[in-house]
């Protein structure tokens, strides 16, 4: 065992930490599978989850529908809207962490705005989120500075808490959200709202690395991340990748929400196998 796989041990006792540490041990880049439930349905939500899980999804991020989803793009803005527009809610999204849990094992984090939260009541949430089987918790606008009672919450229920890093983060601040974070750190790719890219910046490595100093845990790098050559490139620099924007286009431009998951699947295993296969898989000591 070397000594990041012996870090990553420490984190081995959720079910995201199980996942990570089994990818680690082989080397193995992970997909996170970003997708916002009710759209265009809960009951295609749940089909898609199940279908994107089987393709090969490490861990899935179930998106709570908002009406101000500031961190969001178009295309989840859009998903959003159409979510919101079905009568989603963050109990529905919860409903179906426990729907789901009968079965799939894949990790489930719920990824939502803090005022859901907020008005169904921070212990009531925990306990209802636990309940139902969901491994984690990313909530975008919650500052590390600011999260004490939520982060004791979580971790009184046994939820990850996943906090967000991005380029402007200083030193002192990604030590900062290091610290706050648990099952893995998102890494933000790029400054701005998320959003498939055709191309990675150029200082995101630089990023990760830097990153890295602070945090003991998986790193994870999302926001514009779609694309097989993205995903061999960051096999050598990241432990996962976060998919969003790509596959909820997917799901917006099928007929059908049987369609919706066939695609979403056949993006997932794509993306998957040039995580199995890319050129430049992850050196465990980097």
Known sequence: MNERTAKLGTATQTRIGRRFKELAG???LGIVAYLTVGDPSLVATEEIVLAAAAAGADVIELGVPFSDPVADGPTI???SERAL????????VIDLVARLREKTQVPLVLFSYFNPILQMGLEKFATRTQQAGADGVLVTD????EASEYRATMQLHGLDT????SPTSTDARLKLISEASSGFLYVISRTGVTGAKDSLPEELPAMVRRARKFASLPIAVGFGISLPTQVTVLGGIADAVVVGSALVAEIEKAPSSTAAAEAVAARVKLLKHAAR?????RDANA
């Not at 919650?142 to 500075?145: F, G, H, Q, V």
Request: proline fraction near 4%.
């Open 142 to 145: 919650m500052t590390p500075e």
């Open 77 to 79: 803005q859009r998903a």
């Open 85 to 92: 527009r079905q009568g989603t809610t963050l109990a529905n």
């Open 162 to 165: 996943i906090f967000l890093a």
């Open 277 to 281: 296969h890319g050129l430049s898989r």
């Open 26 to 28: 082989s080397a193995e």
